[in-house]
């Protein structure tokens, strides 16, 4: 048995919960990960995991151990890093889910510049608005708009994005320009709906003028759960936009866009970078991370609060 092997099966079957999981993410058999956590435990002469036909649980003696164990990996990373040329040029496999419009419109065009730096590193970036099992899918890091619900998660603040309204022209000459917010769930006007994948439904927009305080819902015939798909639902002239800034500045230049209800105030989205808490944030990692907030801090920087 090859221990160091066997110590990382049963870190992925603690984290995934699943032996059929954590033999994927190993590009490993299922029948490999349990015959090395069989001789793990009959090594350390304690049972580590409860199996039924549904689930595994771990057992207490397991939770200490693995707590010990994900420390003694983090260690061996840090050790073979720190000899190697790697603490220079980090290296390896690295796995992101990202928001689609800020792949396609910010780090992707940066990705040259990334890579000059980082030769070495493989990169698998998910381009998706959905939900990710981070663990389950074995994810280093996502980044997503909105307040990470997941507790379980660690989530670093690396940005705010300032949103507005817009329009097509096309729509505009159709339906005429809407001179207040209320309009667009009057029936006067369409909007374009996106289905946030957390809610499973589209979200009413908080706006305020001086002490003038409205919720907006709007009346969509089309909802989208993609941001790229839903730029586009809007430059054909299907409805009217909710749109961080970043992705409108370049249809504003164009004409594409027309800017509605500026004199009105919207809250900021935020946006995370989340990871979890018990894996070991490796060196590939935390350079993703630095290199994600600088682009952030350029297209997005963090409004103060308080």
Known sequence: MDRFDAM?????????GSFTKAAATLHMSKTSVTQLIQQLEARLRVRLLNR???????????????????????DMDDAETSLSSASIAPRG??????????????LIPALPGFY??????????????????????????????GEITDQSLVAR????????????PDYLQRFGKPAHPRELDDGRHSTVGFLWSRTGKALPYTMQRGEEII?????PLLIIDDGNAY????????????????????HLA??????????????????????????????????????????MAEHAPVVGRG
Not at 8 to 16: G, I, L, N, S
Not at 52 to 74: C, F, M, P, Q, S
Request: with cysteine; charged share 20%; glycine share 8%.
């Open 8 to 16: 990382q099966a049963f870190v992925r079957v603690v984290e995934t």
């Open 52 to 74: 039924t036909t549904r689930k595994v649980n771990i057992t207490a003696d397991g939770a200490a151990y693995y707590e010990r164990v994900i420390r003694l990996l983090a």
């Open 93 to 106: 496999r690295l796995r992101v889910d990202v928001p689609s419009p800020l792949a396609r419109m910010v």
């Open 116 to 145: 000059a730096c980082y030769p070495e590193i493989q990169l698998t970036m998910g381009v998706s608005d959905r939900i990710i099992d981070i663990i389950g899918e074995n994810i280093d890091c996502v980044v997503r708009g």
């Open 157 to 168: 603040h690396v940005g705010d994005l300032k949103v507005g309204i817009y329009a097509a």
């Open 215 to 219: 919720e907006v819902q709007g009346r």
């Open 231 to 250: 730029l586009a639902a809007g430059l054909a002239g299907l409805g009217v936009l909710w749109l961080p800034q970043y992705m409108a500045k370049p």
């Open 254 to 295: 164009s004409g594409e866009l027309v800017p509605l209800f500026e004199e009105w105030h919207m809250e900021p989205m935020p946006m995370y970078l989340a990871f979890p808490p018990n894996r070991h944030v490796s060196t590939k990692v935390r350079v993703f991370i630095d290199w994600v907030m600088e682009l």
